[in-house]
């Protein structure tokens, strides 16, 4: 209960609590019955049930119609199973269209197909390591056990008869991210900037990343993640990176998630890659500059919320507050403040452009002492105000 109190703050969640043969013991959903439809369809045909009991660890379903539900096997007694579920919700855009087609193929009537199809826009789309983390935490509610996402448990519900035949009359199924996050992506891939990792994880909370395959979620991940290697290697050349060693890297990472077998093991992966590439260009990028003026660029990136000070920069070189400044403006053409300054405005640039953060607070978060300080600041650098910058963006 306090569980699900919580994560209902932050998702329209429902709750389910199934017993030993899987009939429904109660739920959160007013209108339950074409979602628990859902999940014993998924149950059925994915045919794991005996496995369910095996182990009291965590499981991810997946079903064909890309719905996921969290489950967690709970043994209250020797006679007393209870199986605790969260869900369905979805980590990609399922369009109505396609939802009511995949339903199709499932052999579900027109009037049960449009009940889930309306109800579909109710469910919540989380990212695929906020679903970890709801994993983990539900555990730790329910059965009071600290887990890692290495103890969770994925089943996916496998492919009907007609999706294999390829005879639904379907088109086929591309990529379509939205363009100006894809560019934005882009173009902090080429500048190797470290703050791509929060945007990345922007990207997957608002759904903004295509759909590939629409009959197994390994594959559609899968797919997903070989379109961003190829988006991360081109943009790391762009960015600097030696051609070859980029190429080369792609094909390691290619290979890697084609070998996987789990979700849990891609995702590893996807984050090693995107980390791998970026920092490369990064390197890069301040390789112009000797190592401790570089370790102090580095230091203001990651710190542009925090007071930054010439002492704490002359700290990491050993030289004196005089001298660090004048080598830092030697190497990089700025004083140290003028650094700080522009990487906060970059860094409010983004956040306008990938957020509906106030303005005020992307002022305050960035330590511009006042939000008219903030605007000239911005205006000056871009041309025009943090709010025409933001209606600007697509």
Known sequence: ??????????????????????ELIKSSCQNSEAFNQCFQICFRQADFSDEI?????????????QMMWIAIPYLCSPENFR??????????DVSSHNLDLNLLRKGLPKTLRQQIVNLSHTLPLISWNHMIDYTIMMAHCISDSQISSSD????????TNAA????????????HGTYHAEQKMLQMVREGNLEIFHYLDTLSSTGEIGTLCTDNMLRQMQNSVEVSI???????????????????LADQYFQAVEGCHSLSELSTIANTMHRDFVERVHK??????????????????LHLEEDISIS?????????????????????????????KEARLKAAANLLTTSNEDIQEIAARYRFGSQSYFTDSFRRQYGMSPREYRLKSP
């Open 1 to 22: 209960m306090l569980f699900e109190e919580m994560a209902c703050c932050c998702h329209n969640f429902y709750f389910w609590e199934y017993n030993k043969e899987l």
């Open 53 to 65: 009991f095996q182990s009291p660890s965590p499981i991810i379903v997946s079903s064909s119609i």
């Open 83 to 92: 199986l605790h579920v969260l869900g369905p919700f979805f980590i990609s």
């Open 152 to 159: 969770i448990r994925f089943f996916t519900q496998p492919e």
């Open 164 to 175: 294999k035949s390829g005879l639904t009359g379907s088109k086929p199924y591309t990529a």
């Open 230 to 248: 190829v988006l991360f290697s081109r943009a790391s050349i762009e960015g600097g990176l030696n051609p070859e060693l980029a190429y080369n």
């Open 284 to 301: 890069c990028k301040i390789q112009q500059y000797s190592k401790l003026i570089g370790q102090c660029c580095d230091y203001i990136t």
């Open 312 to 340: 704490d920069l002359a700290s990491l070189t050993g030289y004196s507050d005089y001298y660090c400044s004048k080598k830092f403006k030697k190497e990089t053409g700025k004083t140290p403040a003028q650094y700080i």
